[in-house]
């Protein structure tokens, strides 16, 4: 146990299905027995709408943190700080009085993509994707806001503020409004390259700048409480509490991937390949984003909209006979595990485009949804699964030639995310497909860590340790025969997915 007379940290990472609150120590390591997490849910419609009651989604984030200091009240552990990071591109309105007044829309509220065209009109997507670091998309602000402003104008009309779940967090606890540069580089709003809002953009939106929170970088924290929250959480009252950061920058910090030698490849509810440098911002190429974690480490990759929820999907919706032991979730996992290491590398023969929640890196089609190809009477729900497992894969294939450009040639694969790492059949999948090593991430939450360290970087408690915190866990290497198969198997795909360009 912690003698805590070092500094500790509350992290709270607040994912698209779950929120969770973790307690860390300087050397960077969880307090196992320390720590909540409660699931939620989005709604989603048929149009393609993905969103939340914002203050609703703020009440779980408060009952997750009231459950946390329970244990933490019994144990007599002393928080110096809170760090918090949330998932990206995610935006509500806020009338004059602080309060909500639209729903929190989510990064895979694909409904935006009706406006892409006007949007295309106002801005070059070249000369945007460069200054921004973000393609032209649905999942950005400035598609969100404009098209909420189009199909809803009474409640635009009320909106003061647009703000992400982060800030609007830290508003109400602090009441402070703000927004971390980290969250700002994956809206579409923010001139990257100077790091402050681009006025082309807001511009082209029916936006006002004074609608927009003060930048601020990740290290700019503040010890101040609201009173009604001082009374609820004494033991945070004298807590230094830090702006909300991009999860998918904090999981880059938290599994070890801080350096462009190291590349996270995550696989949550969402897939991500990304890549941490020091120093300016990068263009992306064509099909990839560059985002940063603060002023100082651009973070750059692809990002995919389908990846452990497709494989949820496809485990509720078809008809797998489960033994008669399989009861869990855990031991579906385990199960499906099994049963994939059985079949063949594409088997099948299906050709599967994975876009039930619309596709995003490298071709960002924001209309494309998903097709499966190929089905039989022969055909068994698990070799459609296997086929889903092995489409991400591809994905991840396109994404990693055009990253590796920006790679050095002995970089490593770094395997993280809750998805990816309950499931050993996939990991090799994705080594097969890649023709590469993947080592597993032992960090279970790399997120919530990540957003800890940075925590951790800014009050001075540790230096460099970003770049020399290289734990990794068991190496999965490719098969050759598998990997030939699965580049026949690529190219079918890629093949049939330019069909419908």
């Known amino acids: 146990m912690n003698s805590f007379n070092e500094p500790l940290v509350l992290s709270i990472d607040i994912g698209t299905s779950s929120v969770r609150c973790q307690v860390y120590e300087s050397s960077g390591r969880a307090m196992q027995e320390i720590g909540t997490q409660i699931p939620y849910s989005m709604t989603y419609t048929p149009d393609g709408g993905a969103f939340i009651d914002l203050q609703s989604l703020c009440d779980r984030i408060y009952q997750t943190i009231d459950s946390t200091l329970e244990e933490i009240r019994v144990k007599k552990i002393p928080i110096t700080a809170v760090a918090c990071c949330t998932f990206w591109h995610n935006v509500a309105g806020i009338?004059?009085?602080?309060?909500?007044?639209t729903p929190l829309l989510s990064w895979n509220d694909t409904r935006p993509e009706t406006i892409l065209p006007e949007l295309c009109r106002k801005l070059d997507p070249q000369s945007f994707t460069h200054r921004t670091g973000c393609p032209m998309h649905a999942s950005y602000l400035p598609s969100k806001i404009t098209w909420f402003h189009a199909t809803f104008p009474a409640d635009a009309k009320k909106v003061r503020y647009w703000m992400s779940l982060g800030e609007y967090l830290h508003f109400q606890l602090t009441g402070q409004r703000v927004c971390s540069i980290s969250?700002?580089?994956?809206?579409?709003?923010?001139d990257s390259t100077l790091c402050q809002w681009d006025p082309i953009v807001l511009?082209?939106?029916p936006a006002d700048p004074s609608q927009f929170s003060p930048l601020v970088d990740a290290n700019q924290g503040i010890q101040h409480l609201h009173p009604h929250y001082t009374q609820r959480w004494p033991e945070l009252r004298?807590?230094?509490w830090y702006p909300a950061l991009g999860d998918g920058a904090c999981s880059n910090i938290g599994s070890g991937c801080a350096t462009p030698e190291r590349v996270a490849m995550m696989v949550g509810t969402s897939g991500a390949m990304r890549a941490v440098w020091r120093g300016a911002y990068r263009n992306p190429p064509e099909g990839l984003w560059c985002y940063r974690i603060d002023r100082d480490r651009p973070i750059q990759g692809g990002a995919l909209s389908n990846g452990g929820n497709l494989i949820d999907w496809l485990r509720d919706s078809l008809d797998i006979h489960w033994p008669k032991d399989t009861n869990t979730l855990e031991e579906k996992y385990r199960y499906l595990d099994r049963a994939l290491r059985e079949l063949p590398p594409d088997g099948h023969g299906l050709t599967f485009l994975p876009f039930l929640a619309g596709q995003r890196s490298p071709r960002w089609n924001a209309h494309r949804t998903g097709t499966l190809h190929g089905l039989r009477l022969s055909t068994k729900p698990i070799e459609i699964v296997q086929a889903g497992m092995e489409a991400v894969a591809?994905?991840?294939q396109l994404i990693h030639t055009l990253l590796q450009n920006r790679l050095s040639d002995n970089h490593v694969l770094i395997a993280t995310?809750?998805?990816?790492l309950h499931s050993g059949a996939w990991v090799q999948i994705l080594a097969d497909v890649l023709g590469r090593d993947v080592f597993l991430s032992p960090i279970a939450e790399a997120s919530c860590r990540?957003?800890?360290l940075i925590a951790l970087e800014s009050l001075g408690v540790i230096q460099d340790r970003l770049e020399i915190d290289l734990c990794v866990g068991e190496r999965v290497s490719p098969r050759p025969e598998a990997h030939t198969i699965y580049?026949?198997?690529?190219?079918?795909h890629v093949d049939f997915e330019m069909q419908f360009n």
């Open 95 to 101: 009338d004059a009085s602080g309060t909500p007044c």
């Open 183 to 190: 969250m700002a580089s994956a809206s579409g709003l923010l």
């Open 203 to 205: 511009n082209a939106i």
């Open 238 to 240: 004298h807590a230094v």
């Open 394 to 396: 591809f994905r991840f």
């Open 417 to 420: 995310g809750g998805s990816l």
């Open 450 to 452: 990540g957003a800890s």
């Open 487 to 492: 580049q026949s198997a690529l190219q079918r």
